[in-house]
Each structure stands twice: as structure tokens, then as C-alpha cells.
């Protein structure tokens, strides 16, 4: 099957940086949108970024001009890079993809487990 692992999270300080990046492994015909949502304790799942197949981007206004998606379609990888980091960032970030099947051209999201990230002095 399909399955999408995300790395890259941990501790860093208000103000900090750091990169996740999310590969895709299995069977499939083409990865279309791949997106980054996070959900901190006791609040929604909501989401941080997305990314088309052909490098179209959307953002969630809180995190415009601070995080940029991008990806590498012959790594089956998304990246999202984090800058001006705020404690409000505290999440675990999950990464998703809309997979195409091959044969069948079916489309279906599969979702990563996430990983913790603190921002905190």
C-alpha cells in the first residue's frame, strides 16, 4: 500500500527555524496535491499548507509569510520550511497526499502519523 512518514520536528525557540519533510513509499501512479495540517491539544485539526502537482501553493493566513511548502516529485518528498517560529505553532504537523492508484486512476488521501513540534523558550 501507501504509506507517508514524516520527520523533522522537535524543540526550538520563538523566533527559530526548522524544516519537516514528508516522503511517500509503495505502489502509485502519481501523488496530485500533498498538504501539511497541524493539531495542537484540546483544538481542531486545521490546515497549514498545500501544494499542487505542479508547484501551486496555498496558505493558511496565520503562517503566510512565514512557512513555505515545496516539494521533489522524483522523491515522492514535501518539504515545509518554518521561519519565525511562534509558541502558537506548538502542533503535531501531519503530512497528507492525494494518491492516484495506478490501473485504476483512483484518487484517495493517505495521512502520515505527524510529528511534535514545541516552539518554547
Known amino acids: 500500500q501507501v504509506q507517508l512518514v514524516e520527520s523533522g520536528g522537535g524543540l526550538v525557540q520563538p523566533g527559530g527555524s526548522l524544516r519537516l519533510s514528508c516522503v511517500a513509499s509503495?505502489?502509485?501512479?502519481?501523488?496530485?496535491?500533498m498538504a501539511w495540517y497541524r493539531q495542537a491539544p484540546g483544538k481542531q485539526r486545521e490546515r497549514v499548507a498545500r501544494?499542487?502537482?505542479?508547484?501551486?501553493?496555498n496558505y493558511a493566513d496565520s503562517v503566510k509569510g512565514r512557512f513555505t511548502i515545496s516539494r521533489d516529485n522524483a522523491k515522492n518528498t514535501v518539504y515545509l520550511q518554518m521561519s519565525s517560529l511562534k509558541p502558537e505553532d506548538t502542533a503535531v504537523y501531519y503530512c497528507?497526499?492525494?494518491?492516484?492508484?495506478?490501473?485504476?486512476?483512483?484518487?484517495?488521501?493517505?495521512w502520515g502519523q505527524g510529528t511534535q513540534v514545541t516552539v518554547s523558550s
Open positions: 509503495g505502489t502509485f501512479f502519481s501523488i496530485n496535491g
Open positions: 497528507n497526499g492525494e494518491v492516484v492508484s495506478p490501473g485504476t486512476y483512483v484518487q484517495r488521501v493517505y
Open positions: 501544494i499542487t502537482n505542479s508547484g501551486s501553493t
